[in-house]
């Protein structure tokens, strides 16, 4: 039987989207529920592995791991991209990496979430009426605001609508952005800078790489407004994390929602976790019983297509 690990079920649900029993005598499965300490705990678990139903941006699979990992053939992950992946490495070791669709509105929708969380204080006003407390802040309205898209594509795209429906004046910068897709949403080009200085939301939706990595760093959060807020549900390395602390600890802006980390999940101890202006989730944007449904159940699809020599939804 072939043996397959299914990693990064933190919540123990992957149960609930897949019918393992229905492939009892075919396939032997385990699953992870906990994160790994490090990668020495990721080789010794993993080491009798041919294929790994992975969870994107979770589990790193480095070119150290894939190479101690000689028995494994497949790595199926859930959407069509996964930074955490060595693709080339895999490829190198003839290791087959395939992908599923996603819904790219979870993420959009849950920005939103956090941007009506700051603005109308829920996180301090839910925890005070635990407490027995009755109305102990005065919130802000969206309408007229600025609100500042770093990145418009699929899901920046998403968010400037919504907030074109709030009645905020949307911009936006990128290094690639496309100013006729802009002109058709209504949304004012802006440089980084200006967009910096003028914005009363920064809302980031770029994709990670090189060159957005540290993308936001202790000089822009100077550049803010002190009332600003910043939101970030695309990458946590797209934002300097001890710049972002500082800033936050100072009060040099207002406040953050975060969703996305440096490093996952967060350490117990970690500054933000302690920081009252600092509305932070666990990396909740893609989880949406929606989605779940078409990972799992594309993730036994691709499995049992490269068992069968056919692979489908290929990682290039």
């Known amino acids: 039987m072939l043996k397959v690990a299914i990693l990064d079920d933190y919540q123990n649900i992957s149960q609930t989207f897949l019918n393992l029993k229905k492939l009892d005598g075919k396939y032997e ?43 494994l053939k497949f790595i199926i992950t859930s959407g069509m991209r996964n930074k955490a992946i060595d693709i080339e490495t895999a490829k190198k070791n003839k290791i ?11 993420a959009a929708e849950l920005t939103w979430g956090l941007i009506l969380g700051l603005a109308r204080n829920l996180k301090e006003e839910i925890d005070n009426m635990y ?4 109305q102990t802040t005065v919130g802000f309205e969206l309408k007229g605001k600025i609100l500042g898209l770093i990145g418009l594509g699929k899901i920046g795209s998403q968010v400037a609508n919504i907030g074109k429906a709030f009645g905020m004046q ?8 496309n100013l006729n897709h802009a002109k058709e949403l209504g949304v004012l080009p802006m ?11 920064i809302s980031i939706h770029v994709v990670l790489n090189e060159k957005y990595k540290n993308l936001i760093t202790k000089k822009d959060f100077h550049m803010m407004k002190k009332s600003v807020f910043l939101i970030n549900t695309s990458r946590g390395e797209i934002v300097n994390e001890n710049d972002l602390v500082e800033a936050l600890a100072s009060n040099q802006i207002s406040g953050a929602g975060i969703d996305v980390y440096k490093h996952e999940p967060l350490p117990d101890n970690h500054k933000l976790r302690f920081l009252p202006n600092a509305l932070i989730l666990p990396h909740l944007g893609y989880v949406t019983a929606e989605n779940y449904s078409i990972f799992y159940t594309q993730m036994l699809e691709d499995l049992e297509a490269c068992v069968k020599g056919k692979p489908i939804r290929v990682l290039k």
């Open 29 to 71: 499965f385990k699953i992870f529920n906990q994160a790994f300490k490090d990668e020495n705990e990721a080789k010794e678990q993993l080491k009798d592995y041919e294929a790994l139903l992975v969870m994107r941006e979770r589990t790193k699979i480095t070119k150290s791991l894939i190479e101690q990992l000689t028995k």
């Open 96 to 106: 087959i990496v395939c992908g599923t669709d996603i819904n790219s509105n979870p």
């Open 131 to 134: 407490q027995g407390y009755w």
């Open 170 to 177: 949307v911009v936006a910068w990128s290094e690639n952005l």
């Open 191 to 201: 440089n980084k800078e200006d967009l910096i200085k003028s914005s009363d939301f």
